[in-house]
């Protein structure tokens, strides 16, 4: 829908479960890291789309072979993460540095 010039939508399974909803938004209303984000990714002499997201995820926690384990799963089926790993943010504290940040020790370089 659209609403003062706004996008709006809400998606939904066949069986009426929420997935997401979703806001057409300036890139200047989204958050500093965002927008940093942003930068380093896009043309800067492009207009630019951007919508805030919000996904409905069910957090499952249990154990697997003996370990403690976590999934994020959607409505729709799909895993976002696992084991802890969320989204490639590694919060498991075990210093094997999984966090996208270019400065792993590997010298694939050769």
């Known amino acids: 829908s659209n609403v003062a010039g706004r996008t709006f939508g809400?998606?939904?399974t066949q069986e009426g479960a929420l997935v997401e909803t979703e806001q057409e938004i300036a890139l200047s209303e989204a958050p500093a890291i965002v927008?940093?984000?942003?930068?380093?990714?896009?043309?800067?002499?492009?207009k630019l789309f951007c919508e805030r997201k919000q996904l409905v995820v069910y957090e499952i926690e249990g154990l697997r072979?003996?370990?403690?384990?976590?999934?994020?799963?959607?409505p729709t089926?799909?895993?976002?993460s696992h084991d802890g790993d969320?989204?490639?943010?590694?919060?498991?504290?075990?210093?094997?540095?999984?966090?996208?940040?270019?400065?792993?020790d590997d010298d694939d370089d050769d």
């Open 10 to 12: 809400v998606s939904v």
């Open 86 to 104: 969320v989204m490639g943010d590694d919060d498991d504290d075990d210093d094997d540095d999984d966090d996208d940040d270019d400065d792993d």
């Open 35 to 46: 927008r940093a984000v942003t930068a380093k990714r896009f043309d800067s002499d492009i």
């Open 77 to 80: 089926g799909t895993v976002l």
């Open 65 to 74: 072979d003996g370990k403690a384990v976590s999934l994020l799963v959607t």
